[in-house]
Nanobody, 120 residues
């Protein structure tokens, strides 16, 4: 069964940095892409950064120049390095993996989320 596990997050002051890590595991799984999404309280979940299997990356306008997404070769692990954090970056960050194989439903699998709190 596919499993997406996030780590990182926590409390940081405005202007500070945090790293989020995500790994997708599953016997027989083929992971095509991975991405990070941000959900602020009362808001919809929005994509922050994503990477395809071909290493094509995309960032939200808010993340450009501040966040960097790295995918580790052959491990289905992505690292989101967040710098110059702002109060509005606070919220829950979810990792999404797209792919197929045993246990995949609808071609996507989500992690449980990790909380980021940026103090003003």
């Amino acid at each position: 069964q596919v499993q997406v596990v996030e780590s990182g997050g926590g409390l940081v002051q405005s202007g500070g940095s945090l790293n989020l890590s995500c790994v997708a595991r599953g016997s027989g799984s083929v992971v095509i892409g991975m991405g990070w999404y941000h959900q602020a309280p009362g808001d919809q979940r929005e994509v922050v950064a994503s990477v395809t299997r071909g290493e094509s990356k995309a960032y939200s306008d808010s993340a450009k120049g501040r966040f960097k997404l790295t995918r580790e070769d052959g491990t289905n692990t992505v690292l989101l390095q967040m710098t110059n954090l702002r109060f509005e970056d606070s919220g829950i960050y979810y990792c999404d993996a797209s792919g197929y194989g045993p246990g995949w439903i609808g071609g996507h699998s989500w992690g449980q989320g990790t909380q980021v709190v940026v103090s003003p």
